[in-house]
């Protein structure tokens, strides 16, 4: 079992940044492949970012690559996501995730392990 608690979430205008954080506990986290997703009201809950167990490969949904950047630091057992460049489309609560795999996969239903998110409201 992991837990996972996220934040950094918050109010930003159009071209700014933000730094998500998501901590982790329970098991090894360094056994877990882990993901960021973005839900806005009234839409699915879609993939954004996702990174391997040692942090050498990267995965990115084509709506952030090159303004978003997700790293992992396995000794403080946390994944980060670096948002800059923000848009009023990227406006949603953001959820951490983690998949008990070394595979990467981008599916929501890939991963076994979920925060309970943080809001991130992007103005124009």
């Known amino acids: 079992q992991v837990q996972l608690v996220e934040s950094g979430g918050g109010l930003v205008q159009a071209g700014g940044s933000l730094r998500l954080s998501c901590a982790a506990s329970?098991?090894?986290?360094?056994?877990?492949?882990m993901g960021w997703f973005r839900q806005a009201p009234g839409k699915e809950r879609e993939f954004v970012a996702a990174i391997n167990l040692s942090g050498s490969i990267t995965n990115y949904a084509s709506s952030v690559k090159g303004r978003f950047t997700i790293s992992r630091d396995n000794a403080k057992n946390s994944v980060i996501l670096q948002m800059n460049s923000l848009k009023p489309e990227d406006t949603a609560v953001y959820y951490c995730?983690?998949?008990?795999?070394?595979?990467?996969?981008?599916?929501?239903?890939?991963?076994?392990?979920w925060g309970k998110g943080t809001l991130v409201t992007v103005s124009s």
């Open positions: 329970g098991r090894t986290f360094s056994d877990y492949v």
């Open positions: 995730a983690g998949r008990f795999s070394s595979r990467i996969l981008i599916g929501r239903n890939d991963y076994q392990y």
